[in-house]
T-cell receptor, first 111, second 114 residues
Framework: GNSVTQMEGPVTLSEEAFLTINCTYT??????LFWYVQYPGEGLQLLLK???ADDKGSNKGFEATYRKETTSFHLEKGSVQVSDSAVYFC??????????WGAGTKLIIKP | DTGVSQDPRHKITKRGQNVTFRCDPI?????LYWYRQTLGQGPEFLTY????????KSRLLSDRFSAERPKGSFSTLEIQRTEQGDSAMYLC????????????FGPGTRLTVT
């Protein structure tokens, strides 16, 4: 079946460091891929998405590229800020447009 | 529009009691989803509605769980005879139309069963 695996957290970085959160997936067909973010005390928000191979999603300085050959959708940011501290979820849609989620990665940015 | 709202935000109940949660989606959205999220895990799909029709239910949704969406507007999720294993965050999301549209999430209802 379809599944998403993302790196375990917490990931702790200093402000202005480079961020990578790994995400790999298993899916039949051609899923769309997503990163959602959950800030403390808030609901899940879509951060970025990519709908086909080689697409790059980007938002708020974050980027992720849909790599079909490696079944990956790693999240990157060149210079993180304290305000980026949150839990990040990688997800895909199956053929019924249901979201299949990874377990989430907690990111802690220290000033 | 104020987004998706859920009520209550927190619920503490004793094992065996019934609880009901409410979700108000974004007004023009005709798809509404319920998820359950436990600590350290991603959300798990429970069920979804297209307007008032409940189109799919997960195998996770035991017969103690029931969801409704009368008139295709707000939705309720009821859990009967709660068990400690039901303790989780219950998330509601809505989206516009068929096919893939972004799902907008509410803040969730945290259920604690003692």
């Amino acid at each position: 079946g379809n599944s998403v695996t993302q790196m375990e957290g917490p990931v702790t970085l200093s402000e202005e460091a480079f961020l990578t959160i790994n995400c790999t997936y298993t899916a039949t067909g051609y899923p769309s891929l997503f990163w959602y973010v959950q800030y403390p005390g808030e609901g899940l928000q879509l951060l970025l998405k990519a709908t086909k191979a080689d697409d790059k999603g980007s938002n708020k300085g974050f980027e992720a590229t849909y790599r079909k050959e490696t079944t990956s959708f790693h999240l990157e940011k060149g210079s993180v800020q304290v305000s980026d501290s949150a839990v990040y979820f990688c997800a895909l849609t199956d053929s019924n447009y249901q979201l299949i989620w990874g377990a989430g990665t907690k990111l802690i940015i220290k000033p | 529009d104020t987004g998706v709202s859920q009520d209550p935000r927190h619920k503490i109940t004793k094992r065996g009691q019934n609880v009901t949660f409410r979700c108000d989606p974004i007004s023009e959205h005709n798809r509404l989803y319920w998820y359950r999220q436990t600590l350290g895990q991603g959300p798990e799909f429970l069920t979804y509605f297209q307007n008032e029709a409940q189109l799919e239910k997960s195998r996770l949704l035991s017969d103690r769980f029931s969801a409704e969406r009368p008139k295709g507007s707000f939705s309720t999720l009821e859990i009967q005879r709660t068990e400690q294993g039901d303790s989780a965050m219950y998330l509601c999301a809505s989206s516009l139309g068929q096919g893939y549209y972004e799902q907008y999430f509410g803040p969730g209802t945290r259920l604690t069963v003692t």
